[in-house]
Protein backbone atom coordinates (compact mmCIF):
# COMPACT_ATOMS: atom_id res chain seq x y z
CA UNK A 1 0.00 0.00 0.00
CA UNK A 2 1.36 3.75 -1.05
CA UNK A 3 -0.23 6.84 0.27
CA UNK A 4 -0.01 10.03 -1.14
CA UNK A 5 -0.68 13.11 0.90
CA UNK A 6 -1.19 16.48 -0.21
CA UNK A 7 -3.14 19.73 0.91
CA UNK A 8 -0.44 21.89 3.29
CA UNK A 9 0.55 24.98 3.82
CA UNK A 10 0.75 28.34 5.19
CA UNK A 11 -2.85 29.62 6.45
CA UNK A 12 -4.10 32.45 9.11
CA UNK A 13 -5.02 31.58 12.55
CA UNK A 14 -9.18 30.90 12.13
CA UNK A 15 -8.83 29.96 8.43
CA UNK A 16 -9.05 26.38 7.04
CA UNK A 17 -7.20 23.84 5.08
CA UNK A 18 -8.56 20.55 3.43
CA UNK A 19 -5.77 17.71 3.55
CA UNK A 20 -6.06 14.23 1.16
CA UNK A 21 -4.67 10.98 1.29
CA UNK A 22 -5.02 8.51 -1.34
CA UNK A 23 -3.77 5.01 -1.28
CA UNK A 24 -3.01 2.89 -4.04
CA UNK A 25 -1.49 -0.96 -4.21
CA UNK A 26 -3.82 -3.52 -2.30
CA UNK A 27 -6.57 -1.64 -1.28
CA UNK A 28 -8.61 -3.89 -1.35
CA UNK A 29 -8.06 -4.70 2.30
CA UNK A 30 -7.94 -1.16 3.87
CA UNK A 31 -9.12 -0.78 7.36
CA UNK A 32 -8.37 2.16 9.62
CA UNK A 33 -7.45 5.57 7.92
CA UNK A 34 -6.67 8.35 9.59
CA UNK A 35 -4.18 11.86 10.20
CA UNK A 36 -1.45 12.14 13.10
CA UNK A 37 0.63 14.96 13.59
CA UNK A 38 4.18 15.75 14.79
CA UNK A 39 5.09 19.58 16.03
CA UNK A 40 8.85 20.08 16.17
CA UNK A 41 10.65 18.36 19.42
CA UNK A 42 7.29 16.37 20.52
CA UNK A 43 5.60 12.79 19.35
CA UNK A 44 3.14 11.70 16.64
CA UNK A 45 0.04 12.12 17.71
CA UNK A 46 -3.44 10.90 16.44
CA UNK A 47 -5.60 13.93 14.97
CA UNK A 48 -8.34 11.66 13.34
CA UNK A 49 -9.06 8.02 12.20
CA UNK A 50 -12.28 6.32 10.25
CA UNK A 51 -12.92 2.93 10.01
CA UNK A 52 -14.06 1.65 7.04
CA UNK A 53 -17.60 1.93 7.81
CA UNK A 54 -17.09 5.25 8.75
CA UNK A 55 -17.03 5.28 12.48
CA UNK A 56 -14.61 8.17 13.51
CA UNK A 57 -12.40 8.88 16.46
CA UNK A 58 -10.90 12.37 16.87
CA UNK A 59 -8.35 13.80 18.92
CA UNK A 60 -9.90 16.05 21.89
CA UNK A 61 -7.80 19.47 21.00
CA UNK A 62 -9.34 19.43 17.08
CA UNK A 63 -13.12 17.87 17.60
CA UNK A 64 -15.58 20.01 16.32
CA UNK A 65 -13.00 21.74 14.21
CA UNK A 66 -11.76 19.20 11.84
CA UNK A 67 -13.63 16.37 10.37
CA UNK A 68 -12.62 13.29 8.48
CA UNK A 69 -14.06 11.16 5.85
CA UNK A 70 -13.72 8.48 3.51
CA UNK A 71 -14.19 8.48 -0.20
CA UNK A 72 -16.79 6.24 -1.61
CA UNK A 73 -13.65 3.61 -3.04
CA UNK A 74 -12.86 3.83 0.80
CA UNK A 75 -9.14 4.30 -0.54
CA UNK A 76 -8.75 7.90 0.06
CA UNK A 77 -9.52 10.07 3.40
CA UNK A 78 -10.07 13.93 3.68
CA UNK A 79 -9.13 16.41 6.85
CA UNK A 80 -11.52 19.15 6.42
CA UNK A 81 -9.43 21.36 9.24
CA UNK A 82 -11.55 24.63 10.36
CA UNK A 83 -10.71 27.14 12.74
CA UNK A 84 -7.10 26.13 12.40
CA UNK A 85 -5.08 27.72 15.71
CA UNK A 86 -1.26 28.52 15.52
CA UNK A 87 -0.83 25.16 17.54
CA UNK A 88 -2.29 23.05 15.12
CA UNK A 89 1.14 23.74 13.11
CA UNK A 90 2.83 20.27 12.57
CA UNK A 91 3.77 18.01 9.78
CA UNK A 92 1.00 15.74 9.05
CA UNK A 93 0.94 12.21 8.14
CA UNK A 94 -1.51 9.75 6.27
CA UNK A 95 -2.03 6.12 7.99
CA UNK A 96 -3.45 3.19 6.72
CA UNK A 97 -3.91 -0.29 8.26
CA UNK A 98 -4.53 -3.62 6.39
CA UNK A 99 -4.31 -6.76 7.32
CA UNK A 100 -2.56 -5.84 10.93
CA UNK A 101 0.33 -3.60 8.98
CA UNK A 102 0.57 0.14 9.17
CA UNK A 103 1.56 2.15 6.48
CA UNK A 104 2.37 5.49 6.02
CA UNK A 105 2.42 8.72 3.88
CA UNK A 106 4.73 11.54 3.90
CA UNK A 107 4.26 14.37 5.82
CA UNK A 108 2.73 17.41 4.60
CA UNK A 109 3.30 20.79 6.44
CA UNK A 110 0.78 22.92 7.87
CA UNK A 111 1.93 26.17 9.42
CA UNK A 112 -0.37 28.00 10.84
CA UNK A 113 0.84 31.76 11.21
CA UNK A 114 -0.16 35.17 11.09
Known amino acids: VQLQASGGGLVQPGGSLRLSCVAS????????MGWYRQAPGNQRDLVAV???????NYAGSVEGRFTISRGNARNTVTLQMNSLKPEDTAVYYC?????????WGQGTEVTVSS
Open 95 to 103: RAESRGYDY
Open 50 to 56: ITRDGST
Open 25 to 32: GSIFSLNV
